[in-house]
């Protein structure tokens, strides 16, 4: 006599139904002993873990193993425990009970009668199946209502992780002490250089092995919890940056802001395309005038054309130093508009949390308290402790011989566009800067430069909170 083919299939949603003896090992012993018993030939076993009956039935792989072997016609029968850990979805019931049919394979559970050879036993099942959908759904809803209080509050998720730079304290996201000056440095850097790359691998490259890993650093960068936002929630804890320099991390991420011969594009990010909307990237443009000499200078296109192929915006293309210009002159000129709309160019250190910014040789001797600290709770090896402090007192003693050439600028170098009376002679103290300073200026304080749709001519700017046109 043939014997019966058997499928087992075992799931397990929470910790609540382990404790309750319904783990997956239990499961599969009882069905187990359950086939053997009565001469069960078992196929294969399947088991769903960690997976509710009312999530969609893509989700249960196994289960669909479970059904690609049923059509392959492998299995005659298909057992489990209880009606709860096959189905609490009425719809997904009927489809599946549908395909069984076609294939003639039964199922059956080993600790409660059901048959569905009969109108009243198909009843029941149809019962029982909408009282477990209807238990599960309400077990849904006050799992949301205690999540949504815990939002309210400020309060940690179960099984919440503190990202890079915080820590879990009585149910809430904190400051990490240990991580902050590492979290603070690499936003600051960001925001002197505009560069991902190069912010990661100025940190990977400082901090050694106290940095956290290249994809946790990336990641950092597209994470809203450092703008204080955790489960959609704003103000959700402390924040290491604001909303809007987040949001312009965002804008601003998939911008080619570095040449191949590592030369920063100044207005990469902030040009827009006319037509589409899509910012403008840099690209080294190449000319080759009379006699073949080819000249290579920084410009810009709309990406959409690098993407599709298709000429968007009529293909224009605009040099970098065409940019500069405009840029300049239009400043120079609407001075006026400026403090109408009260926005300025200020000569003076952007400053820091409404304090006046560390000095060159301030920052250096913070840098040599950080690096003591670090040193004596064991975070580093005595090798790096003297080769990191050997360069910090070459860059100390080298700023007491340097005179002074420039104006004090803000970390990094950069100006900053802030609000107030105008001070003369921005542009000499502008040309003093290196062309990565020069991207950190203009990247600071414009949201959006813009060109004319018709003539295609540079036509006005816009600030980070305000509009010149």
């Not at 039935?57 to 072997?69: A, C, G, H, P, V």
């Not at 059509?71 to 069984?100: C, E, G, M, P, S």
């Not at 650093?217 to 703008?227: C, D, G, R, S």
């Not at 990565?436 to 036509?459: M, N, S, V, Y």
Request: hydrophobic letters at 35%; one cysteine or more; aromatic letters at 12%.
């Amino acid at each position: 006599m043939k014997k019966i083919r058997c499928a087992l299939y075992d799931r397990v949603s929470t910790d609540i139904q382990v404790r309750d003896g319904l783990s997956l090992d239990a499961q599969r012993e009882a069905l187990t002993s359950y086939a053997k018993a009565h001469g069960y030939e078992i196929v294969d076993y399947y088991s769903d873990e960690g997976l509710t009956a009312r999530k969609k039935m893509q989700n249960r792989k196994e289960l669909l193993r479970l059904l690609s072997d049923v059509r392959a016609d492998k299995i005659d029968l298909i057992l489990v425990t209880k009606l709860d850990r096959w189905f609490r979805n009425i719809k997904d019931y009927h489809n599946t009970q549908a395909l069984l049919e076609r294939h003639n394979c039964n199922w059956k559970t080993i600790f409660e009668e059901y048959d569905t050879s009969t109108a009243n036993g198909r009843f029941a099942i149809n019962i029982m199946l909408s009282v477990n959908e209807n238990e599960c759904d309400r077990d849904s809803d006050r799992i949301r209502e205690v999540f949504a209080y815990k939002r309210r509050n400020g309060e940690i998720l179960s099984g919440a992780h503190a990202s890079f730079g915080y820590r879990a304290v009585e149910k809430k996201f904190v400051k990490d002490e240990t991580a902050r000056p590492i979290v603070e440095d690499f936003f600051e850097h960001y925001f002197i250089f505009y560069s991902k790359r190069k912010t990661v691998n100025y940190i990977m490259e400082k901090y050694g092995s106290l940095a956290p890993s290249e994809s946790t650093l990336m990641y950092m960068f597209k994470n809203p919890v450092y703008y204080g936002c955790a489960y959609g929630t704003e103000n959700f804890c402390e924040a290491y940056i604001t909303r809007e320099q987040f949001f312009r991390i965002k804008e601003s991420g998939s911008i080619k802001v570095y040449s191949k011969s590592n030369e920063p594009y100044l207005f990469s990010g902030l040009i827009k395309c006319p037509l589409c909307g899509r910012n403008f990237s840099g690209f080294r443009h190449k000319t080759k005038k009379a006699g073949g000499k080819v000249y290579v200078s920084p410009a810009y296109h709309c990406k959409q054309k690098q993407r599709s192929g298709l000429l968007c915006a009529g293909g224009i293309t605009v040099h970098e130093s065409t940019v500069e210009k405009f840029m300049l002159g239009e400043i120079e000129r609407r001075i006026g508009e400026l403090t109408a709309l009260q926005f300025s160019f200020r000569l003076k250190p952007r400053k820091e949390n409404g304090k006046d910014p560390k000095t060159g040789r301030e920052r250096l001797q913070a840098e040599q308290k950080r690096l003591n600290l670090l040193f004596q709770k064991g975070r580093i090896t005595e090798a790096y402790y003297d080769s990191q402090y050997a360069v910090l007192a070459q860059k100390l003693d080298q700023a007491e011989k340097t005179p002074k050439e420039a104006p004090d600028l803000a970390p990094g170098g950069a100006f900053a566009l802030r609000s107030g009376s105008f001070t003369g002679g921005f542009r000499e103290a502008y040309f003093l800067l290196d062309k990565e300073h020069k991207q950190a200026f203009w990247h600071d304080g414009i949201a959006a430069i813009r060109i004319d749709p018709d003539t295609h001519r540079l036509c006005g700017f816009d600030f980070q909170c305000g509009q010149v046109s």
